[in-house]
């Protein structure tokens, strides 16, 4: 039987890949000043039925990325959540490395608002998003440390 939760896991620290992100094997290049660029490859477990990359697998990064940019302006374990997302597919992606860049534009009070484009190995635009990230009002996860296991 699959275990379906709750389950326990360690980050590395603030900025790093859980265990999703592992999972898609994206890999966080740079996370500073509101801004991120993360990368995945395209292997053939995120291949939709034509051979082509999922589209939720380039929403994944999209919104992963959004999150390192975001982590990078609020205080460590600082509790946010995506509440909307609209994405824009511009190109399909056959092979190679898809790298992914964003960027906070607007920050209200709990309220992120970021635009993210993702890039092929070519730098050809494949796809943009724009998304809604809000800050819990407990703006902390309580008695959460790195290190610690969370829930």
Do not use: Y
């Not at 896991?9 to 000043?33: T, V």
């Not at 890039?119 to 635009?125: H, L, N, T, V």
């Amino acid at each position: 039987m699959t275990n379906t939760g709750p389950h326990k896991f360690e980050m590395e620290e603030w900025i790093s890949c859980a265990p999703f992100e592992r999972l898609l094997n994206m890999k966080i290049i740079q996370a500073g000043e509101g801004q991120a660029v993360l990368t995945m490859p395209f292997i053939v477990e995120l291949s939709q039925g034509s051979g082509l990359m999922h589209g939720g697998a380039l929403v994944g990064l999209a919104d992963t990325a959004m999150v390192m940019a975001i982590k990078s302006l609020v205080e460590p374990l600082t509790h946010f959540a995506t509440i909307s997302l609209q994405s824009r597919f511009l190109h399909p992606v056959k092979k190679g490395i898809v790298t992914a860049r964003a960027q906070v534009k607007r920050h209200d009070g709990r309220k992120f608002t970021g635009k993210v484009s993702l890039f092929d190995e070519d730098e050809r635009e494949v796809m943009q998003a724009t998304s809604m990230f809000k800050v819990a009002a407990q703006a902390k996860i309580r008695g959460i440390t790195f290190g610690s296991r969370i829930e």
